[in-house]
């Protein structure tokens, strides 16, 4: 028996019995929430130019829609982390020794159990927090996994990072590792990504680590390619932001008065997705009393994917006392994986 095993793990438990789901987000689990919701959008949307945040596109729709970018051919990034993980989770689990995984941006959890595996191989017991926003992935996702592993815990938080971050309680674990891969890092504004390392570091104990997936800077045409793939997923992606506006805040925008519009803005090394309006138009977004003028090409900024310079991003990563104890990267060294130790 090794030092981690006890009874209750040795006779495998249901998964009712190892599985604890919160929701954070839920409208009735936050007064305060109700004041706010919405007050990114209005904001946004009243600014020149305007802007939406990336938290819209992910309705149980576009979490969907994303799974399907991430198996499309042009868009390198999904397989080429998974790969890297593939080669080095073995050397990620004997660095960080046995520890409770966060994921933030969790999804579907496929790239996690590359992670799972290599701690279970090592005799490390699994515990696992998979934070999302979208309840219904969620939690399909959490079952899928502890059916899958029979050891296996899971507190499933469905919340924003910010709050899953405060409600961290203290791990049973000797340590805890923070992932955030997939390179959702790139969808924050640089002072977006100080404010998030602020928090990472706060939730965390010191000799704890932090595991991050960055995309890197690359040709523009590979980068293009990727966020205009040829069969529209993405274009169905970016489009799907107002259907889900439309229904959070009774709002009629017409999807056939838009396009989707991504370019590398080479300056600021970002990807930037838009949606654009085909025509003048004034889109009624009910339960915000708002009412949004649109000139006609009019765009909405929807999202940017920043591309990231390795030593660039360590230093940063460093001044926040998040310091890099290891990076490993693909050969063609378009993308990269980050361990990371608050000191
Ligand atoms: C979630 N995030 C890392 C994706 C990206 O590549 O920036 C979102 C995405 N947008 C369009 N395609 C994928």
Redesign the pocket.
Same mark, same amino acid.
């Given at each position: 028996m090794s030092i981690f095993e006890t009874a209750s793990n040795i006779y495998p438990r249901s998964i009712e019995q190892r599985l604890q789901i919160e929701n954070l987000i839920a409208p009735a689990a936050i007064a305060t929430s109700r004041l706010t919701e919405g007050k990114d959008a209005i904001a946004g949307l009243t600014q020149t130019p305007k802007t939406l945040p990336p938290r819209y596109f992910y309705d149980d729709r576009g979490s969907q829609l =994303?799974e399907q970018?991430c198996e499309l051919p042009e *868009?390198y990034?999904t397989r080429t982390e998974t790969a890297i993980l593939q080669k080095y989770a073995t050397e990620i689990a004997r660095l960080t020794g046995a520890c409770e995984l966060v994921e933030l941006g969790s999804g579907s959890s496929t790239k996690t159990r590359i992670l799972l595996d290599a701690y279970h191989k090592l005799g490390y017991p699994l515990h696992y927090i998979p934070v999302d926003v979208s309840a219904g992935i969620l939690e399909s996702s959490a079952r899928q996994l502890l059916a899958d592993y029979t050891t296996l815990k899971v507190r499933a938080l469905a919340s924003t990072y910010e709050l899953a971050l405060e409600r961290l309680a203290p791990t049973l674990l000797p340590s805890r590792t923070i992932c955030f891969i #997939? /390179? +959702?890092l #790139?969808?924050l504004t640089p002072s977006e990504s100080d404010e998030f390392f602020a928090r990472i570091f706060a939730a965390l104990e010191v000799g704890e680590y932090f595991l991050l997936g960055v995309?890197l800077q690359k040709p523009k045409s590979v980068l293009e390619a990727a *966020?205009n793939d040829r069969q529209g997923v +993405?274009a169905a =992606?970016n489009l799907n932001m107002l259907q889900h506006l439309n229904w959070r805040y009774d709002s009629n925008f017409d999807l056939q008065n838009f396009e989707h519009w991504a370019f590398y803005n080479e300056t600021e090394h970002q990807?930037e997705?838009h949606l654009r309006s085909l025509r003048s138009q004034t889109v009624q977004m009910r339960s915000l009393n708002l009412a949004v003028e649109f000139a006609d090409r009019e765009t909405i900024r929807t999202?940017i /994917?920043r591309k990231f310079n390795l030593k660039t991003l360590q230093q940063q990563l460093q001044i926040q006392g998040l310091i890099p104890i290891q990076t490993w990267t693909d050969t063609k060294n378009w993308f990269g994986l980050l361990l990371c130790q608050k000191k």
């Amino acid at each position: 028996m090794s030092i981690f095993e006890t009874a209750s793990n040795i006779y495998p438990r249901s998964i009712e019995q190892r599985l604890q789901i919160e929701n954070l987000i839920a409208p009735a689990a936050i007064a305060t929430s109700r004041l706010t919701e919405g007050k990114d959008a209005i904001a946004g949307l009243t600014q020149t130019p305007k802007t939406l945040p990336p938290r819209y596109f992910y309705d149980d729709r576009g979490s969907q829609l =994303f799974e399907q970018i991430c198996e499309l051919p042009e *868009y390198y990034l999904t397989r080429t982390e998974t790969a890297i993980l593939q080669k080095y989770a073995t050397e990620i689990a004997r660095l960080t020794g046995a520890c409770e995984l966060v994921e933030l941006g969790s999804g579907s959890s496929t790239k996690t159990r590359i992670l799972l595996d290599a701690y279970h191989k090592l005799g490390y017991p699994l515990h696992y927090i998979p934070v999302d926003v979208s309840a219904g992935i969620l939690e399909s996702s959490a079952r899928q996994l502890l059916a899958d592993y029979t050891t296996l815990k899971v507190r499933a938080l469905a919340s924003t990072y910010e709050l899953a971050l405060e409600r961290l309680a203290p791990t049973l674990l000797p340590s805890r590792t923070i992932c955030f891969i #997939g /390179s +959702t890092l #790139g969808n924050l504004t640089p002072s977006e990504s100080d404010e998030f390392f602020a928090r990472i570091f706060a939730a965390l104990e010191v000799g704890e680590y932090f595991l991050l997936g960055v995309d890197l800077q690359k040709p523009k045409s590979v980068l293009e390619a990727a *966020y205009n793939d040829r069969q529209g997923v +993405t274009a169905a =992606f970016n489009l799907n932001m107002l259907q889900h506006l439309n229904w959070r805040y009774d709002s009629n925008f017409d999807l056939q008065n838009f396009e989707h519009w991504a370019f590398y803005n080479e300056t600021e090394h970002q990807i930037e997705m838009h949606l654009r309006s085909l025509r003048s138009q004034t889109v009624q977004m009910r339960s915000l009393n708002l009412a949004v003028e649109f000139a006609d090409r009019e765009t909405i900024r929807t999202e940017i /994917s920043r591309k990231f310079n390795l030593k660039t991003l360590q230093q940063q990563l460093q001044i926040q006392g998040l310091i890099p104890i290891q990076t490993w990267t693909d050969t063609k060294n378009w993308f990269g994986l980050l361990l990371c130790q608050k000191k």
